[in-house]
């Protein structure tokens, strides 16, 4: 029996507005509410609603025979409650029909897993506690931002009670080795790696509209023809996507619905393969291998590294001055200055710094709302110069 | 090549972007004869060979150039009304105005004499150019004719018509771009027109240009060529040295509409107001430049603000050794040389998206001329965040060095092959 696992991975980042150098110590005021309620609702409308209504379609009909993973970054979250609020509805439906588990995540899509523990700590139990207020569960199954994953992350996942982790297949580092085997930590060999098949995930991510791919169209027969493709031995295909693939990178018109519905009621009435969840996959009791990744590894770019986010200076001068201020953080209470550092942490900010943008401006970014890395920069700087103010001053 | 100004002795971009040409030329293996209205004597001449129009003997008794307009009556008096140039500047120059043109007869052949530059007898010497222009196409060889700017494009023209040769035009500015609406010159649109009609391919400086030739101009747009400039390796090395505490902001060009010197004002004010530790410089002169001032005096920020005039050469290195950040506001600019030459002293640069430059460059800071707020975010960026500053001017330093002459030449080598084979 072949075991496939689907995530989906939902983060939006909180945008900040133009903040100004004007504004520096005179206003607290960083994120821009017209853009994040309007973007919000809009890619709800596109994006989120309708396949979360699809996964209930599909529990519904098939019950146990489907099974879908989500995580949410928590900032996302808040940003549901209050732009829009059935969203929220929405994951406590999915979460009540069962056949479906949340997997823990960083608070706000944070790069904090980079930096040190005790941020990255921090970030979790933040997640942990709006899942906890918003749908009363505790994850048990984990995937960082961008699946951003190495050794010393697993370690640190492990102390805080996450023993499935979710992560890339880098080739790289599995060498010839395949994603659709059960990995673990070198070091904690019970903490157990679910990696995730880069190629499947781009026919469907990169090739879905690509009339120049030698598989076009991509139908569901297709797909699952891919999956089964693999050595007879390997017992897992998981596939990770962003929940933006479906109805935004490719848009409802272009019949992405249509396939995955289709997709998941073949496999549904398949005797062969099975749908599961990352924290089933203990149970299915599994040889595993060691992974060792010495450093990070996350699901970015033909690299698979962390160059989107630290690959030029201002983005390492941006995230130095951003965690140096960890300590103030911790001996300040003004909420809503750490909530603001917190919310700096994402890994948005990050790319729209880097250097793939000053080559190729004309490429349309997503909701990217800045002509140029270097605004991007002065921007978080100048927001970052004042929430440190603010976290001094208290 | 006709061009009306060749180094040392120029006065703006275009001299500058001509050597350039010539010298990619030479690169590639052309060879490159080019006609200016005087020479001075110490222009390069390993870059091409250089034929100063004055020294040329013209017969006007042959010339079809002034013998094809015989049902026209051409009565000459000496005015000294000047096309496009403002009240400010017809005062000043007034002064200045002998007259530079004479002619010296000797039977009925003769040298034409000019005085070169921009002067009030321009579009008499336009036409003695276009004489001149016409012998040398009756005696020289050449297999391609290629003029910058209009006031060559008469020559070009009728050296066309004698030789049968083919023609580039290029163009480093229009008349749209020099002057805003209402103050064009009909005239030197005219010449612009029809240098570029004439044309077998019309070079523009960029895309921006590009798109005003093919727009307002209507010329086909298949035989318009964008062809961005380069620039020359700096052979003295900028030595950074400053002698005020504050970090210094630069404005370098001539102060006038087209180089937006008002929204760089504007920008310093909105600055001054946060940070008083920087100091603003503006480099150059021109029509605008008494308004300007009156402005700063009214803005009463002129302890932070300092003009300079028109600098040189030297001076003008040592002005980007003391500068923090270059501004160019420009509200058209068909290219813009300076920021080059800039970012070649490692100043990081901000330019106005409405440059041609622009779209050459990524490692600059681009707004829109009229955003003033974007122009002081982008200007206190660079002053208070090092990692910004540094990063942009090191690896624009290392983007600047790979536009170079020689692959322009290439390019244009290209297009006279192609106009051979017709």
């Known amino acids: ?103 823990g995540s960083t608070f706000t899509n944070s790069l904090a897993s980079l930096y040190d523990k005790s941020t990255f700590l921090e970030q979790i139990h933040h997640q942990e506690g709006l899942l906890k207020e918003l749908f009363g569960l505790h994850p048990t199954s984990f995937c960082n931002t961008a699946c951003i994953y190495s050794d010393e992350i697993g370690e640190w996942l492990h102390e805080a009670d996450y023993d499935t982790v979710l992560t890339e297949g880098a080739r790289h580092i599995l060498g010839w080795k395949h994603p659709g085997f059960l990995y673990c930590n070198p070091y904690n060999t019970n903490q157990k790696l679910v990696l995730r098949n880069s190629s499947l995930c781009n026919d469907i991510e990169f090739n879905f509209q690509n009339q120049s791919w030698d598989q076009f169209p991509l139908t569901a027969e297709k797909y699952l023809h891919f999956i089964h493709s693999c050595p007879k031995k390997v017992p897992l295909t998981n596939l990770y996507f962003d929940y933006e693939m479906f109805g935004e990178t490719h848009r409802k018109e272009s019949g992405i619905f249509d396939f995955f519905k289709a997709f998941c009621e073949l496999v549904a009435n398949s005797d062969d393969i099975q749908m599961i969840t990352p924290s089933q996959i203990e149970s299915l009791s599994l040889p595993t291998a060691t992974m060792h990744a010495p450093w990070a590894i996350s699901v970015s770019g033909e690299e698979k590294d962390t160059s989107e986010w630290l690959g030029n200076e201002l983005q390492q001068e941006a995230f130095n001055q951003l965690f140096k201020l960890t300590e103030l953080y911790t001996k300040s209470d003004n909420e809503k200055a750490k909530r603001a550092w917190l919310l700096l942490q994402s890994a948005d900010h990050f790319n729209y710094m880097g250097s793939q943008w000053i080559s190729h401006p004309s490429v349309k970014r997503n909701f990217d709302v800045y002509p140029s890395p270097y605004q991007a920069f002065i921007n978080f700087m100048n927001v970052l110069n004042d929430v440190k103010l603010q976290l001094e001053k208290a | 090549m006709f061009g009306w100004e060749f180094p040392p002795h120029i006065a703006g971009g275009l001299g500058t972007a001509c050597y350039g040409i010539a010298k990619g030329l030479t690169k590639n293996g052309v060879e490159v004869l080019f006609v200016m209205p005087k020479a001075s004597g110490d222009e390069d001449q390993r870059i091409a060979h ?154 523009a400086v960029s895309d921006l240009t590009r798109n005003i030739v093919i727009n307002n101009y209507h010329i086909p747009a298949n035989k318009v060529i964008t062809l961005h400039n380069a620039i020359e390796p700096n052979k003295k090395e900028v030595i950074r040295e400053k002698n005020v505490p504050e970090k210094v902001v630069t404005f370098l060009g001539r102060v006038t509409f087209q180089k937006g010197p008002e929204y760089f004002v504007e920008t310093a004010r909105k600055i001054l107001e946060k940070d008083d530790h920087v100091r603003f410089v503006l480099v150059g002169d021109g029509d605008m430049m008494s308004g300007v001032i009156e402005r700063v005096a009214e803005l009463g920020i002129s302890d932070k603000f300092h003009f300079t005039g028109f600098l040189r050469g030297e001076e003008i290195n040592k002005m980007f050794g003391m500068s923090d950040v270059y501004v160019m506001p420009s509200v058209s600019e068909p290219f813009g040389i300076s920021p080059l030459e800039a970012m070649q002293a490692a100043v990081p640069v901000v330019i106005s998206k409405q440059s041609g430059v622009a779209e050459v460059l990524h490692y600059v800071i681009k707004i829109d001329f009229w955003d003033t707020n974007a122009m002081s975010d982008a200007i206190y960026g660079l002053l208070h965040y090092p990692v910004l500053s540094e990063f942009i001017s090191k690896n624009g330093f290392t983007e600047i060095n790979n536009l170079k002459w020689e692959y322009v030449g290439a390019k244009l080598l290209e297009i006279y092959k192609m106009l051979n084979k017709h």
């Open chain 2, 50 to 203: 250089i034929v100063s129009a004055d020294q040329v003997e013209v017969d006007p008794r042959y010339s079809t150039y002034f013998n094809s307009n015989q049902n026209i009556a051409f009565i000459e008096f000496n005015s000294k009304l000047i096309p496009y140039i403002g009240m400010h500047d017809y005062y000043t120059l007034i002064d200045q105005l002998e007259s530079n043109v004479f002619e010296e007869v000797s039977s009925h052949r003769r040298h034409y004499s000019f005085a070169g530059g921009y002067g009030g007898n321009l579009m008499q010497e336009i036409d003695y150019y276009a004489a001149v222009a016409e012998q040398l196409a009756k005696t020289q060889e050449f297999d391609v004719i290629h003029a910058h700017d209009w006031h060559t494009y008469k020559a070009g023209i009728i050296a066309k018509k004698v030789s049968g040769k083919p023609l580039v035009v290029h163009i480093h500015a229009t008349e749209f771009d020099r002057s805003c609406e209402g103050q064009r010159n009909d005239i030197v649109m005219n010449i612009e027109r029809e240098g570029m009609m004439a044309a077998d391919i019309v070079c």
């Open chain 1, 1 to 103: 029996m072949h075991n496939l696992c689907i995530h989906f991975v939902l983060s939006q980042p909180t945008r900040l507005r133009n903040y100004r150098f004007f504004d520096i110590n005179s206003r607290h005021d960083y994120f821009d509410e017209y853009q994040n309620h309007y973007l919000t609702n809009r890619i709800a409308d596109l994006s989120y609603r309708p396949l979360n209504t699809l996964m209930l379609e599909l529990i519904a009909q098939y019950g146990n025979k489907v099974a879908f993973s989500f995580s949410v970054a928590g900032n996302t979250l808040k940003m549901f409650q209050e732009y829009c609020p059935e969203m929220i509805d929405s994951f406590q439906k999915l979460i009540l029909a069962g056949q479906t588990e949340f997997v």
